[in-house]
Structure formats: structure tokens, C-alpha cells
């Protein structure tokens, strides 16, 4: 078992496990965290596995963990590793399960005084616009023509039927649609779990949240990104929902199969890979970029959803009622991007878990209205506590590919908040507190308890500490949607 002395620490926020800790490391593991922080990570296998993610045949520079790392399949959550491309690996372990799973921000015209006579109201027409829960289907049914479309074009197909505007592709992580989708790699169970669920939240820490904007940390990108002190926004955490869990299930079968074909030695099969140009990981890359395209779209026709609340509530009340985007963003993926590594320029499979996406000013992948500030990162804490957006730094670029964290990250199992908190009696705490809660289980609603979680605070700290990412603005919840 990894002891803290075992590390090195390289400043006040990175520690380094050297590549000689253990035989089979190919790079050494980085881990961004405070002392206390890093205790916490030492207490699950998080570590380990990050260990275990240098020995990815392919695996260039360091395998990295965010300060909100913790315990995953395989993988730790709050992690990223790159693999050179064409012969270094992709992972699906290393991707996650629920594929882009992610966050939109929306902003109002509207102050918190303006929408507090409203609020119980929002919350309901959120809660029921907005289905959520395990396998709740929405809305739209798609056709199986519609929905290769959907997997194909992500929401850009959403753009085309009048659930998008052009700011809102415009403010989405890759204008909302990986050009690598086949949908064709999908399999009939997936698109079965998929058809039905385009537009609804899901379950587990998945979110819909009215915040307002408590303190600005940084005005200049704050004014860039439209945000100020006092305002009503809105934060959308969900991803591919049952597609993108089966598409991860198929795959990781499938390429169980082909470890000994291709004479991949792994210290845990839950890590299992294969070479991103063998025709199994063509396939899975392809599969997963059509999930996480069904994911853009998923939040797209929430953010739409939620505006059509917004509007059913305050229909008479003569306040906007209009959410613009600021940003959507994912924080389970694999991309190809281009880095420098050790000095030298390459194509690499960015593989991030748990890890947001964090590119600097002036980087040609961001919003033009952005250049000169960065692209927005959204950090959601737990319920009851803060979320954060941030900013992208060159530090970022040159340290982490690109990457910083993604969350608070949980430091409690749900088995274990369900022994320590009552769903009712958490419930009532908030309520009192002055954040409405409208949830389906309140079983579900004890796991995601604040109590589960790291201080958000603490992460940002790190983050920011190391420069790989910029906090812009804090935002406090107002009322809080659940599956």
C-alpha cells in the first residue's frame, strides 16, 4: 500500500510517483492536491489505480490526478492520462462509464430578489419538464433514423429542429458534435436503453440547479462570460445516460477478449484497452464519440426544457425569463488533441475521467467571444455547498494536457451517506436553509448528501494554486432537481 512518503513533492500542489516506484510503470503518476487532500486519496485504491494508468502501453508524459480524485472503475475518477497516437491505446475504463458526462451553464436577466417569489413554482416546472430518475424516458421518442442522426450530429441535429440556438452550439465543447462518431458501433441494446431518454437527467449526482451568482473572483472574465454578483443561473450535470453506460459495457467485453491477442499485460483488467488503429479500438472510439454526441444533445434539450419553465412561470410576471449559454463542457471523454510533450509537438488520445477539459486564451478550440480570457470550466460541488466556474490557463497546456478538475469529488461511499443521512431529514436541513428541493428518492437524495463530499473549496484551491485553472465566479444553490 502507497504511504505519503513514498511521493515526492514537486511544489506547495504536485506530488510525483517516480516510474522506478514499480517495474511496470511507463511514466511517472502526478497527483495535484493539498496534504489533506492527498491523506483523503490514500484512503481508497484511487492511487493505486492511477499507478496502475501508467503501464497503458502508449502513455506519454504522466498519468494525473485532480485534487477531486477518487476511487473508479479501473481508473480513478479525477483522471487524466494521453496515449500517442497511432499505436498507444484507448481505454474505456480510463473514459468512464457514463460517457461525456458534463455541465451546461445558463444565465438570466434576472436577480435573486426578482425570482424568489417564483422560486417554489421554478423549482416544480423544473421537476416536471425535466424527468429524471433511473431509465425515465422523456419527451421525445426518437426513430431509429432519428437517433443515428442524434449520434451522428449531437446537437447539431438539435439545432436543426429548433432546440438550439446558434450561441448555444457556439458555447458547447466542440460545437457539440466529435466528428469521429459511428454510429454504427452502437450497439441495438444501447440505442434500446437511448431511444426514449434523449432530455432527461438520469439519477445518482446528476443535477439540475437554480444557483445565483454569490461572489464574482475574477470581474474581467466574469463580464466576458455575462455573469455578476447577484444573478440567477442555471447548472445542468448529466450525461449519455443508459446508451452511453451500455456502449462502455459492450466495449469493455469486447475488449476483454482482445488483451492476449494483442499481448496487453494490465495489473487490472478492469483497465482493459487496446490499440487506438486496432479495429477493436476504431470501434470503440467510434461507439463512444456517438454517445458522448447523444450526451451534447441530452443537455442541449434540457437547457430548452428548462428555458420553456423559466417562460411557463414567469409567463405574466413581466421579468425575463430568457436563459442564455454560457458553456457546456465534458468531463468523461476521449479526444485526439494536439500537445507537447517533453518538447515535442504530437497527436495524442486525451483521456479524461473526472477531468474537465481547461484550454487557455487564445487557443483556436474556444469561443471567439472567449479568446482573450479562456474557456469556461464548470465545477459543480455537492448540493447544499458551492459550484465554481473557472477559467482555462496555459498552465493547464503545459502541465496537464489541457485538463484540470471536475467536481468536489466524493470522499464518501453512497452506502456509506445512506448509513449517516435520512433523504427526509437532509431534505428538510436544505429547505430551511432556503434551497428547495424537488427529488424522487430520497434514498438517492441521502447518497448525494454534502457530507459525501470533499470541500469544493479546497479543490479550487489546488487548482488554482498549481495554475491550471482560474476561478472566475461562486455560485450558491437556490433550488435543487433530482432524480
Sequence with gaps: MIQIDDLYRIDEYVWEIPQNYRHDMRVPARIYASRKLLKQALTDKSVEQLINATTLPGIVGYAIAMPDVHQGYGFPVGGVAATRLPDGVISP????????CGVRLLASDLTVDQIEPYLNDLATALYHNCPSGVGAPGRYRLSSNELDEVLARGAQWCLDNDLASAEDILHTEENGRLAGADPAQVSQHARDRGGSQ????????????????????????????GLRANQVVLLIHCGSRG???????????????SLTRYKIELPDRELVCAPLNSPEGTAYSGAMQAAANF????????????????????ARSGLPAHLRQVYDVAHNIGKVEDHVVNGRAMQVCVHRKGATRAFPPH????????????????????MGTASYVLAGTQGAMNHTFGSTCHGAGRNMSRTAAKKQVRGETLKQELNQRGIRIRAGSMAGLAEEAPLAYKQVEEVIAVVEGAGIARAVARLEPLAVIKG
Design 363 to 382: 487557443h483556436a478550440e474556444i469561443p471567439s467571444d472567449y479568446q482573450a480570457v479562456g474557456q469556461p470550466v464548470l465545477v459543480p460541488g455537492s
Design 243 to 257: 446508451l452511453g453506460h451500455q456502449v462502455c459495457t459492450d466495449h469493455v467485453r469486447d475488449f476483454q477478449k
Design 198 to 225: 434523449l432530455g432527461t437527467l438520469g439519477s445518482g449526482n446528476h443535477f439540475l440547479e437554480v444557483d445565483r451568482v454569490a461572489h464574482v473572483l475574477d470581474e474581467e472574465t466574469a463580464e466576458v462570460y
Design 295 to 314: 450526451a451534447f444533445a441530452n443537455r442541449q434539450v434540457l437547457a430548452m426544457l428548462a428555458r420553456e419553465s423559466f417562460e411557463q412561470v414567469l
Design 93 to 100: 475504463g480510463a473514459i468512464g462509464y457514463d460517457i461525456n
